[in-house]
C-alpha cells in the first residue's frame, strides 16, 4: 500500500466490517497525534470514553499516560497514540486473537505512514502482539527491543496502574528511559 493516505486508511477502518465488534461500536477509534511523531504508543483497545468519543486514551487511563507525557517533557500533540483494536471489546474484556487479526493491518498501515522511530507498547496484550506472544510484562517492561526497522518498548497499561499504584514508579523510570532514547534518537 504505497499509494496509502490518512484519509484513505481513516474511511478503511471507519468503514470496516472484518469482525463482530463493528457491530456493537459507536465510534471507531483510529488514532490520533502527530502523524509524523517519532514516538507510537500502541494501547490493546478503546474502552467506553474512546468508544464514545472516537479518540484513545481519554478516560482516566487516558489522563493518567497525558500526567507521565508532561513529567517527562514529551507533549502529547508530539506523538501519535492507536490501538491494535479500532473498535471496544464488550465490557472492556481482553481483545481475541480473530479480532487483532482482524485489524492489525490497520495499525501496520499507521505504522508506515508515520515512520516513528520508536513505538512503546501500553500494557501486556500490545507487547505480546508487537514484540512477542511470551512477552512478560511485570519482568520486561522498560526493555528495548529492535524488531525491522523500530526499537521497541513496553510498559505498564495506565489501566493497570490504576488499580493497582505500586508500580507508578516503575512506570516514571521506563518514561524517564524512553525520554532519554528519543534524545539520543534526535
Known amino acids: 500500500m504505497s499509494n496509502d493516505t490518512w484519509e484513505k486508511l481513516r474511511a478503511d477502518c471507519e468503514g470496516c466490517t472484518a469482525c463482530e465488534l463493528c457491530k456493537t461500536r459507536t465510534n471507531c477509534v ?56 479500532k473498535c471496544r471489546p464488550p465490557k472492556n474484556r481482553d481483545p481475541l486473537p480473530a479480532e487483532e487479526d482482524a485489524c492489525i493491518e490497520f495499525l501496520r498501515r499507521q505504522v508506515r505512514l508515520i515512520k516513528p522511530k520508536m513505538i512503546v507498547c501500553l500494557g501486556r496484550i500490545s507487547a505480546m502482539r508487537l514484540i512477542s506472544p511470551d512477552f512478560k510484562i511485570t519482568k520486561q517492561h522498560g526493555e528495548w527491543f529492535e524488531k525491522g526497522n523500530f526499537l521497541i518498548t513496553a510498559v505498564y497499561h495506565p489501566a493497570l496502574l490504576l488499580r493497582d499504584p505500586r508500580r507508578k514508579e516503575e512506570m516514571l523510570a521506563d518514561m524517564k528511559k524512553i525520554k532519554q532514547k528519543l534524545d539520543e534518537l534526535k
Open 30 to 85: 483510529f488514532g490520533t497525534g502527530d502523524e509524523n511523531a517519532d514516538i507510537l504508543f500502541v494501547g490493546e483497545a478503546p474502552g467506553d470514553n474512546e468508544d464514545k468519543t472516537g479518540i484513545p486514551f481519554v478516560g482516566r487511563a487516558g489522563k493518567l499516560l497525558d500526567q507521565y507525557l508532561f513529567a517527562v517533557d514529551i507533549p502529547r500533540e508530539s506523538v501519535y497514540i492507536a490501538n491494535i483494536l
